[in-house]
C-alpha cells in the first residue's frame, strides 16, 4: 500500500463479470483496478471514476466521493457491487453501575 493511499471506512465488494467477486479497501486499490484490469472499453463513469481517485489520492476530494464514483463506474460496466461488512469496532465493557450509599 503505498503511503498516500486512503483507505474506506466500508470496503466496496464487486461481482466481476466472470462471476468472482473482488473486495476493495482502499482509493488506490480501486484506482489501480480502473487503470490496469479494467474489463471494458472506458466509459464516461470509469473516466469520472479514474479522476475522483486520482484527486483523494492527493487530498483534493473526499475519499467518500471517490467511493461513490468507483461504484458507478462498476455498475455502468455491469459489475454490480455487493453489499460487504462494514468494519466492525469492539463494544467497549459496560460501565458498572453506580453504587449509592445508603442512607
Known sequence: MPLNDVPWTRPVRIRLQCGLE???????EALDFLENEWPLRHGERHDRAVKTCR??????????????AFVAA??????PAVLA???RRPAPHPL????????
Not at 484527486?55 to 461513490?68: D, K, Q, Y
Open 22 to 28: 473482488r473486495t476493495f479497501t482502499s482509493v488506490y
Open 55 to 68: 484527486g483523494a489520492l492527493n487530498a483534493a476530494i473526499p475519499a467518500i466521493i471517490a467511493r461513490e
Open 74 to 79: 462498476c455498475f455502468e460496466a455491469g459489475m
Open 85 to 87: 461488512p462494514w468494519k
Open 96 to 103: 458498572r453501575p453506580a453504587r449509592h450509599a445508603a442512607i
